[in-house]
């Protein structure tokens, strides 16, 4: 008896692990017209989720048999993480206001997501929103899988306060040339103004190069991407001037080496940062902030400054049953009544061609704004390649080693940086 | 005189039946055993034995997560993702690294644990106290040390501002010949309460004649610590340092969080993390695979020569 009873424990453990662990996934075809309720995921951004609820009560309000039910993408050390587990599991959203571009090649190379270009209209309406600025978004094989939906052009951020301290003209910075930004540096932290100049997180997470080198690339290079026609652009003299421009910083002690456990302008740590228009409402209440491009070894005029976009896509996902009404949230998501409300709650760059035009009220109330969505005209993003992550990961190690830490040349780390990557294309291009 | 007879024993024709009956109370014994062990079993092969295979199979083929429902060809790559692992020279840093950590580690944890249980099993003022000063750390989250460790060891922090100008440049958490170190020394620390604990439970097996004796051949306090003490606990040493070298191998929080993920420039980086990196955020899992089933073998031989190391001569 005891031994049976044990027996049928253990079948029933056994059943119900495998149970868990059985998924099951939507039938493309007829998911592709099938309309009901469905699960939409934000960022955990207090200002878009506040919009993200609005927009979906007046979704549910016009259509009661197509519920829309909003969550924050679940906890994880990033949203990418968190997103790709639930795609393996087949427990994605059908719908996530806040995809990477860089992550947008491993969800496809996992079978994640459901190409936009698919639905009739589905190109015409992202090129018509986005204009020629959605060509970057598009994958290798020519479709879109995401909607490039929002902007945050990088520029750097000062604190009047400390420019003042330190005997510097808050309203008119020198900040235009490489040689201007470093001066000034040096005169925020040797006048003890500020611990340090600039202070973004010189770990070596892949992604942390979008917020030091990539933006100074991007308006040295004229509008380079990191990657472009399968051959890295970075080992190039715009590629060298500007890491030589953030190892001055690091080896001057402007920049500091070490990760700040916080929010270094917000704590009146750093007298600047690399960050784009989300952190006006951010420090609006702390700390009183101008804004100016990114430097160039030369001064570059700001009509004519490149940056990275730090662009977040809205994709739509595989595990999602009712794909029609996903399409029509998205569409009614980015149309033009809602992303001039999404401006206007989060101060984000809907990426639309010709902002200021089309939101003159908005633009008018919110000067500093303006500055940010000009730069969204002339933005770099990463590019829509396999590996994307790895290739990134790859040009991060080199750069902690020799920008950061002085470890090697910057030149040698950026050819050899350059060499690794060609590879990588190579094996991503001929998995074999 | 003791009796041996028959009849003292019992009756020789009385044996079959008790035999049966006995045999008939092992069979309910080991069916009750059966039932208890049951649900440990079921544990061990859904959460350690059907993983291990799995990971042993992806990596032995080329493989990434999908989505459910989507066929995606996993083929055979043999030893293919092993050589990757062997070629990577951020693993071998990690390995190297991990090697500086238990050379540092595992002495310390020995030593210090030793010597503070040993101390602790003296009758001291404020015995308790010590006791549960020591275990403190050990029971506290890893997240909430790790802030204490920055606000002492970082750029501006407390030891930093006592030491001046004799501050390491670049600092203890970002100096590439110091990082590693200072894990080490976290890790002790904040292990060190556990420890303590295992060899006090051992000491109170070490007979105070021994140390009587000890004393009346004239042996002092260290001479007693070295020739009573430490031979008297030696089966927890043995348990000690093969639990410190696996904890070690498998090190992950503290160079997650204290290190800003294993750096810099991979200083820090441990084998666990490295299979964090690439399987999930890299995309990898049969490269991390490899390296599992590579770390697992490290911890067996490393652990098997400590075995063989601590109980030589018992």
Known sequence: MLRRTAYALLVLALAGTATACGRSAPDPEAAATARGPITVWLSNNAQEVAWGEKMIAAWNKSHPGEHVKAQQIPAGKTSEEAISASIIAGTSACLVFNTAPASVPTFEKQNGLVPLSEFPDGDAYIQERGGALTDQYRSPDGKFYQLPWKSNPVMILYNKKIFEKAGLDPEHPRLATYDQFLETSRTLVRSGAAKAAIWPAPSSEFFQSWFDFYPAFAAESGGRQLVEDGKPQFDSPAGRRAAAFWRTLYAEKLAPQELYPGDALNDGKAAMATVGPWAVSAYKDSVDIGVVPVPTSTGKPPEDTYSFGDEKSAAMFSACRNRATAWDLLKFATSAQQDGEFLDETGQMPMREDLTARYPAFFTKNPLYKTFARQAERIVEVPNVPGSVDIWQAFRDAWTKSVVFGDESTDTALRKASDKITKLLDEYGDPA | ?314
């Open chain 2, 1 to 314: 005189m003791t009796n041996l007879s028959p009849t003292a024993a019992g009756p020789v024709g009385g044996r079959p039946a008790r035999k049966g009956a006995a045999t008939r109370h092992g069979r309910a014994r080991s069916r009750a055993g059966a039932l208890f062990v049951s649900p440990y079993v079921l544990f061990l092969l859904v959460v350690f034995a059907v993983p291990l295979a799995y990971t042993l199979w992806i990596s032995v083929h080329r493989f990434y997560f999908t989505a459910p429902g989507t066929h995606v060809d996993s083929p055979w790559v043999g030893l293919s993702n092993y050589r990757d692992v062997f070629t990577d020279p951020v693993v071998g840093r990690a390995f190297l690294n991990i090697g500086v950590f238990l050379v540092i580690n595992v002495p310390l944890t020995v030593l210090l644990s030793l010597v503070l249980a040993a101390a602790l099993n003296a009758k001291i003022r404020f015995r308790a106290f010590f006791r549960a000063a020591y275990y403190l750390p050990y029971i506290t989250a890893s997240v909430a040390l790790v802030a204490v460790w920055q606000f002492l060891f970082g750029t501006d922090g407390f030891v930093n501002n006592v030491l001046g100008s004799h501050a390491p440049d670049p600092s203890w958490l970002v100096n590439s010949h110091l990082a590693m170190p200072m894990i080490a020394l976290f890790v002790t620390w904040k292990q060190l309460g556990f420890f303590v604990m295992l060899y006090l439970a051992a000491l109170q097996n070490v007979g105070r004649e021994l140390y009587e004796a000890a004393s009346v051949d004239g042996a002092g306090r260290v001479r007693q610590f070295f020739s009573v003490t430490v031979p008297g606990v030696r089966p927890a040493t043995t348990l000690v340092v093969i639990y410190a070298i696996i904890t070690g191998a498998n090190l992950f929080s503290e160079p997650y969080l204290l290190t800003g993920g294993g750096g810099p420039d991979h200083a820090s980086t441990s084998p666990v993390l490295l299979m964090y990196q690439k399987g999930i955020e890299q995309g990898h899992p049969d490269f991390a695979a490899a390296l599992g089933v590579v770390l697992v073998g490290f911890v067996l031989v490393i652990s098997l020569a400590a075995r063989k190391l601590t109980e030589r001569g018992n």
